[in-house]
């Protein structure tokens, strides 16, 4: 499984305040904390400010730079702002994120090819998200033809389902673990993301509903998420699927987790 750690995005508050105020150490604090977590990428979200993003996204990527190697998910739908990015990373990035809208396929896949990026893909074109998971495979079909047409390789497509809220959908889940079904068969060397935290937004409990997704989603393929690493019970659920999954040869994986005492609780509690 592949974490996207999610904190560092200007959409949260405190991180927002730490990007106007130039807050270096609370940034690298987040960096730091999530790379040793064991990230794959760190995404890096400047916020909402179009006149400000790509200024804000080059600080942001200086100062997580300065504290871990860890290579970065760029999280911008603006292309200008990615091209800036992407001359001041030291790593290849994740780009995410693309979709079926076509100034964003323009703007984005040629940057992707051009650098060797991975890139998440949004199964939604400029309009809106489709309902149905019949709907949202056209949008994919469609964005997957683009990315063949600029010669990016499949296994470098990270597709993202979407899971709405399921408080205004109760079928959101399903919906998204069809999609995600269906992509595995259609396009067996793509990978399948997901912003884990969307299903249980303005829900109580929230986390529970975030965990059991997720297995249930990785039982359907799913082979990488945005999320918080931080979280030790994501990490417990994450290796014991995994296990279950047969992912994990003579179940070393969940051995040494174990031995690491991601199964106890945190001290204190
Ligand atoms: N798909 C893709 N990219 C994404 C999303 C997605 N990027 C943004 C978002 N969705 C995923 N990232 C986050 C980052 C932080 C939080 C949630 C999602 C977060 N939320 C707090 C919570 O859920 O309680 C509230 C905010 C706060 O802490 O202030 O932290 O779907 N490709």
Redesign the pocket.
Known sequence: MKIIA??I?G????VAQAIAERDRDYIADLAKRQAEAGATWL?V?AGTHPSQEAEDLLWLIEVVQSVTDTPLSL?SANPKALRAAIGAVQKIPLI??ISGEPERLEGILPIVAEHGCDV?A?AMDAKKIPESSEKRLEVIHQIMAETRRYGIPDERVYI?P??MTISTNTDSALIALETMRRVRQEYPEAHL???L??IS?GLPA?SYINRVFLVMAMAAGLDSA?L?PLDREIQAMIVTAELLLGKDKHCLNFIRAHRKGIFEPPSGS
Request: charged residues 40%; without cysteine; glycine residues 4%.
């Open positions: 999610e904190k995005n959409t949260r508050k405190r995404d979200n999280d995410n994120s998440i949004l993202d979407l899971a993301t997901i912003g935290s969307n937004f929230r945005i918080d």
